[in-house]
């Protein structure tokens, strides 16, 4: 499984942006998928997460703000970006859980 993530780029305060994630094969289906981010100078950390029943998970400061979806028939993940602050601004990388893959990172910039 090889991972390719895209749509970042820079926006305003408030603005929004949709991550992809996009999956080469069809054994992306059967893994657990994440995102994660890493601001200049920080450690990568942990943004979202869905299992393959559905369930997701947020990091605290995202909630009510970022939703995670997939659509297996695209072998594809995404990151909708709400609301975005000048704190969001980061790498962001894909993940797949189960073959412990990562997409190559696309950048956000968010402007205050």
């Known amino acids: 499984v090889q991972l390719q993530a895209f749509g970042g780029g820079l926006v305003q305060t408030g603005g929004s942006l949709r991550l992809s994630c996009a999956a080469s094969g069809d054994r992306f289906r059967d893994s657990a998928v994440g995102w994660y981010r890493q601001a200049p100078g920080n450690l990568r950390e942990w943004v979202s997460s869905m299992v393959l029943g559905g369930a997701t998970n947020y990091e605290d400061s995202v909630k009510g703000r970022f939703a995670i979806s997939r659509d297996n028939a695209k072998n594809t993940a995404y990151l909708q970006m709400n609301n975005l602050k000048p704190e969001d601004t980061a790498v962001y990388y894909c993940?797949?859980?189960?073959?412990?893959?990562w997409g190559q990172g696309t950048l956000v910039t968010v402007s205050s």
């Open positions: 993940r797949s859980f189960k073959y412990n893959v």
